[in-house]
């Protein structure tokens, strides 16, 4: 997480001391590399509020740090001492300042803080480099989410502590751009959503009546319909796997954008990395999409929290992550993607709703996804969980003046495309 040497000349990886000026804007969607935010958002016909009110990276004098030279291969980032008290690696020195803060009621250190600023520089340089598999065995994305407020549970700890805001800007910045990167591959069976966690109770799944008449011949993927559904996707096998072709041309839409973000409402895909690659949310498995420095660009509705959700049409009751975990009567969990939620209320800025087959409500299509238009939040409260626990809860108002939700979607032909990339018979 952090670049000794000396800085990569690459300009497609802005490294996080340069500003927003002084960088070539590329997204990285495009190129495979975790940009800045405000280098990432392409314009759109209708400009958005991500264009006027997007982080600025915080440079080295803002956090009161000296400029030091930073990792800028994926050797050197993990095997570097950024912290000359400790020998973890990157993940574990931001872990270990979070449990000294907790434990002893302190703020962090001169020293701690330019360790991790140290850390978020040296990932900008080694992103390209890394792969799911890296951002697991090294908890990369955990360590900025620990940054940016979310308590590591595994470490057995909760109380109070915060990084200071210059820090907390630029991993909110980086990991954006990874949710981004990495929201890539989704498997056959599309993996639960952020609100289907363990713990959470199981879900009640819709029973779809197999129709007595037997169905026309599955289309294969060589038709030019499921060809056209898949386009910019590569798709292995054993166990099949979809992932984003990131070296075409026009490459898959960055999703970082408020509004439409040229899509139609209707629009509907069979898979959610089809999604992704149109840029209309940005994770093949959160619930909602979004930093808690700018807001939320958009949430999938799943039915992952059935008890706690509602689905009225035109108005949602959307919960917060983590809605079942909790058993804090006063104090609700708040994950980074809670807060975009509410960043987004406070700015009163619109939010793309996706409904999911999988949701069991009467407004979702059959199979797939849907676009469904924009929203905004009204309110918000604070009920109780089942274990007395107390979460956050939106309520979520379509704008006007919007085609209405097209509930023939997904048409006959879609539906014969869906059952080609699922297998049935």
């Known amino acids: 997480m952090s670049q000794p040497e000396a800085l990569s000349p690459d300009d497609s990886a802005p490294s996080l001391e340069t500003s927003a000026d002084q960088v070539r804007p590329t997204t990285p ?4 590399v975790v940009a800045p935010l405000e280098t990432a958002v392409p314009q759109q016909d209708d400009p958005s509020p991500t264009q006027e009110s997007s982080p600025k990276v915080a440079l080295a004098s803002e956090a009161g740090v000296a400029d030091q030279p930073v990792p800028t291969t994926l050797l050197n980032f993990t095997t570097h001492r950024f912290n000359p008290l400790s020998n973890s690696h990157p993940a574990l020195v931001i872990g270990q300042c979070m449990v000294q803060m907790i434990r002893h009621h302190r703020r962090i250190t001169p020293d701690e803080t330019q360790a991790i ?13 890394l792969t799911p598999k890296d951002d697991k065995d090294l908890h990369i994305r955990t360590g900025l989410r620990n940054i940016l407020g979310e308590t590591n549970k595994k470490v057995g700890l909760s109380g109070r502590y915060e990084y200071p805001e210059p820090l907390r800007r630029n ?6 751009g990874f949710d981004a990167r990495f929201a890539v591959e989704v498997t ?19 029973k779809i009546s197999k129709p007595a ?13 499921v060809r056209q559904v898949l386009r910019g996707i590569i798709v292995r ?23 439409h973000n040229g899509l139609a409402v209707g629009q509907w895909w069979p898979l959610r990395i089809c999604a992704l690659r149109d840029g209309a949310h940005g994770s093949s498995q959160g619930g909602i999409a979004g930093n808690n420095e700018v807001g939320a660009w958009s949430i999938v509705v799943s039915g992952g929290y ?11 009751y959307y919960s917060g992550s983590k809605s079942h975990t ?87 032909a879609e539906m014969k495309v869906w059952q080609a990339l699922k297998g049935e018979v």
């Open 326 to 412: 909790n058993t804090d009567p006063i104090i609700p969990i708040l994950s980074s993607y809670t807060k975009a939620m509410r960043v987004s209320k406070e700015h009163n800025r619109p939010i793309r709703v996706i409904r999911s087959g999988r949701s069991g409500s009467k407004y979702s299509p059959r199979q797939g996804l849907r676009y469904d238009g924009l929203y905004k939040i009204a309110s918000e409260e604070m009920p109780l969980n089942t274990k007395g626990g107390a979460y956050v809860r939106f309520e979520l108002m379509r704008e006007p003046d919007q085609a209405p939700i097209d509930m023939e979607r997904p048409n006959a």
């Open 171 to 176: 991993a909110a910045i980086l990991l954006a």
């Open 237 to 259: 096998d054993n166990p099949k796997v979809y992932a984003l072709d990131r070296t075409v041309a026009d490459g898959p839409r960055d999703c970082r954008v408020f509004g």
């Open 188 to 206: 056959k069976d599309e993996p639960a959503d952020e609100q289907e966690q363990a713990g959470s109770p199981p879900r009640k799944r819709r």
């Open 306 to 316: 059935e008890d706690h959700d509602r689905d009225q049409g035109d108005i949602i």
């Open 29 to 32: 969607a495009a190129s495979g």
């Open 117 to 129: 600023f140290n850390i978020l520089r040296s990932i900008t340089h080694v992103a390209p480099l």
């Open 213 to 225: 008449t037997p169905r026309a011949p599955l289309l294969t993927f060589d038709h030019p319909s």
